[in-house]
């Protein structure tokens, strides 16, 4: 069982910058590829950002490539998700998933998600 708790959503304005962080509560964290997913109001749950267990693959939406930037820490468990130029359509609830094995993109590869935290960006 791996526990996953995010934090650093909130109020931006567009253009602004925001950081979310997800904290794993294994030591195992490092044998798990990682993502962010977002769901905004009426609207499914879709792949944002994921990265492999060692950082060497990295996947991004069409959406937010170029203003999204994921890492991990390993060593302190963490995967991290630099928002930068934010739109008001990046506002959802945005969820930290962990994923036994390789990269993925769908929400159904997924074996354990945080609670999510909320951003929203107004214009």
């Known amino acids: 069982q791996v526990q996953l708790v995010e934090s650093g959503g909130g109020l931006v304005q567009a253009g602004g910058s925001l950081r979310l962080s997800c904290a794993a509560s294994?030591?195992?964290?490092?044998?798990?590829?990682m993502g962010w997913f977002r769901q905004a109001p009426g609207k499914e749950r879709e792949f944002v950002a994921g990265?492999?267990?060692?950082?060497?693959?990295?996947l991004y939406a069409d959406s937010v490539k170029g203003r999204f930037t994921i890492s991990r820490d390993n060593a302190k468990y963490t995967v991290s998700l630099q928002m930068d130029t934010l739109k008001p359509e990046d506002t959802a609830v945005y969820y930290c998933?962990?994923?036994?094995?390789?990269?993925?993109?769908?929400?159904?590869?997924?074996?354990?998600w945080g609670q999510g935290t909320q951003v929203t960006v107004s214009s």
């Open positions: 294994r030591r195992t964290f490092s044998n798990y590829a």
């Open positions: 990265i492999s267990w060692s950082g060497g693959n990295i």
């Open positions: 998933g962990a994923r036994g094995g390789g990269l993925g993109t769908r929400v159904d590869e997924y074996n354990y």
